[in-house]
């Protein structure tokens, strides 16, 4: 069988045709699927953002607490007792499908990933580490411990969540501008409290390095404890 010029001209066309026909919708399609999941990642991200800034804006609160131990040491302590009780009992109580006002609500608004369908221990944590800085060292090193694990361990999270693409190898996914900006802050509040650098130094490097261990909600009760005693008994 014979192919004229204008045949092959004809099936060259087809082909071309064809393919004209084909690749733009399967790259559409592809592109369309892409946005999609890039729209997916994105919304993931802004969740998690908000839920480490509303926990961590919980967690900076305590940096008033040393303020309210000192104009009412007892009451405070109280207080404090009284809140960890009643979150323990409104936990167990969730845990069981019953919630309890307002405490199951921000334990829900605060839980992360990974506190999900169980007892979210972190705010146990904080609290215990409150109030063993409180009861067990002297006013300027539990102020110290308090604002340390409040201002540091708070201000690591939000700044490793928002622009730490550098991760620290072995420390469970922390970030060197997380670490940094933890040294940062309690370098500084321990200076301004205590009226001395080097005790900001040394307290700014323990900390970082406290809060760069894999503790996961522990390292609320290491930190206080940590620096505390360093002030305590160094400074």
């Not at 004229?4 to 592109?31: H, I, R």
């Not at 303020?67 to 969730?94: K, Q």
């Not at 199951?104 to 979210?120: C, H, L, P, Q, Y």
């Not at 102020?143 to 622009?163: P, Q």
Request: hydrophobic share 50%; net charge positive.
């Amino acid at each position: 069988m014979v192919h004229t010029t204008s045949d092959m001209k004809n099936v060259f066309a087809g082909a071309s045709a064809s393919l004209s026909e084909v690749n733009p919708v399967e790259t559409g399609l592809c592109k369309e699927h892409m946005m999609y999941r890039h729209g997916i990642l994105i919304r993931s991200r802004i969740i998690l953002l908000r839920k480490e800034i509303f926990r961590k804006s919980i967690h900076l609160c305590t940096i008033f607490v040393p303020l309210m131990l000192h104009y009412l040491y007892w009451l405070t302590i109280a207080g404090l007792f009284a809140v960890l009780a009643v979150y323990i009992v409104s936990e167990i109580l969730r845990m069981h499908g019953k919630n309890v006002p307002i405490f199951s609500a921000i334990t829900e608004a605060a839980a992360r990933k990974r506190d999900e369908n169980r007892f979210v221990l972190g705010p146990v944590t904080l609290c215990c580490g409150v109030l063993v800085s409180a009861l067990f060292f002297n006013e300027t090193a539990a102020t110290v411990g308090i604002i340390g694990l409040a201002a540091g361990d708070g201000v690591a999270s939000l700044f490793g969540k928002m622009f730490g693409n550098v991760k620290i190898p072995f420390t469970g996914g922390k970030s060197v501008v997380g670490s940094l900006s933890c040294f940062g802050v309690i370098f500084l509040l321990t200076s301004l409290v205590t009226g001395n650098a080097a005790a900001g130094l040394v307290c700014g490097f323990a900390g970082m390095f406290v809060e760069m261990l894999p503790l996961k909600d522990f390292d609320n009760l290491l930190i206080p404890v940590v620096l505390a005693s360093l002030i305590q008994f160094f400074f």
